[in-house]
T-cell receptor
Framework: EAQVTQNPRYLITVTGKKLTVTCSQN?????MSWYRQDPGLGLRQIYY???????DKGDVPEGYKVSRKEKRNFPLILESPSPNQTSLYFC????????????FGDGTRLSIL | DAKTTQPPSMDCAEGRAANLPCNHS???????VYWYRQIHSQGPQYIIH?????ETNEMASLIITEDRKSSTLILPHATLRDTAVYYC?????????????WGAGTKLIIKP
């Protein structure tokens, strides 16, 4: 089944403790992206990747890192999480960038205390 | 990037057609109109997209006006499971970072 898989689905952690949210897709998609969703603000793009080893900042990249060493994986790294990064996070992929439908994961709810 | 305007909420009776409007008056010639929906806090789900012509798939129909300044998503026979937030998005063309600008969407409530 074609899917985008995120882990963990839920995480409660403390300020400053490094964490990684994994994202994997099995559709051989070139384009992958991370979003965060906060009440009243809609989905905002954090980082995106056009292909392996190619990543770029979205609207709200501060406090986040990403890597794209393999086509299928696009982990989101919070080196020193802070409470303002408490949010619902979604990973998405599409065949390539541009006018292609994006497939979304089920989301990761992060709470930073 | 073109922005979209949608009503914040709509109701529709189960079994009837749900017609969701979207205004995108600043859309440019190479930009597509995309529709996604989000059920509760699940990941957004792609519904349909189009450039100029009307489009139909197993989920919905998309009607785009001739001047491309507005569109309507039609769910032909709405069910309770169609209750969701529906997002109309204009997708930038080649040369941009392919970023989708997400607005607040329309909260569609299907009533029995």
């Amino acid at each position: 089944e074609a899917q985008v898989t995120q882990n963990p689905r839920y995480l409660i952690t403390v300020t400053g403790k490094k964490l990684t949210v994994t994202c994997s897709q099995n559709m051989n998609h070139e384009y992958m992206s991370w979003y965060r969703q906060d009440p009243g603000l809609g989905l905002r793009q954090i980082y995106y990747s056009m292909n392996v080893e190619v990543t770029d900042k979205g609207d709200v990249p501060e406090g986040y890192k990403v890597s794209r060493k393999e086509k299928r994986n696009f982990p989101l790294i919070l080196e020193s999480p802070s409470p303002n990064q408490t949010s619902l996070y979604f990973c998405a992929s599409s065949l390539w960038g541009g006018n292609q439908p994006q497939h979304f994961g089920d989301g990761t709810r992060l709470s930073i205390l | 990037d073109a922005k979209t305007t949608q009503p914040p909420s709509m109701d529709c009776a189960e079994g009837r057609a749900a017609n969701l409007p979207c205004n995108h008056s600043t859309i440019s010639g190479n930009e597509y109109v995309y529709w996604y929906r989000q059920i509760h806090s699940q990941g957004p789900q792609y519904i349909i997209h189009g450039l100029k012509n009307n489009e139909t798939n197993e989920m919905a129909s998309l009607i785009i006006t001739e001047d491309r300044k507005s569109s309507t998503l039609i769910l032909p026979h709405a069910t309770l499971r169609d209750t969701a937030v529906y997002y109309c998005i204009v997708s930038p063309g080649p040369g941009s970072n392919y970023q989708l600008i997400w607005g607040a969407g329309t909260k569609l409530i299907i009533k029995p």
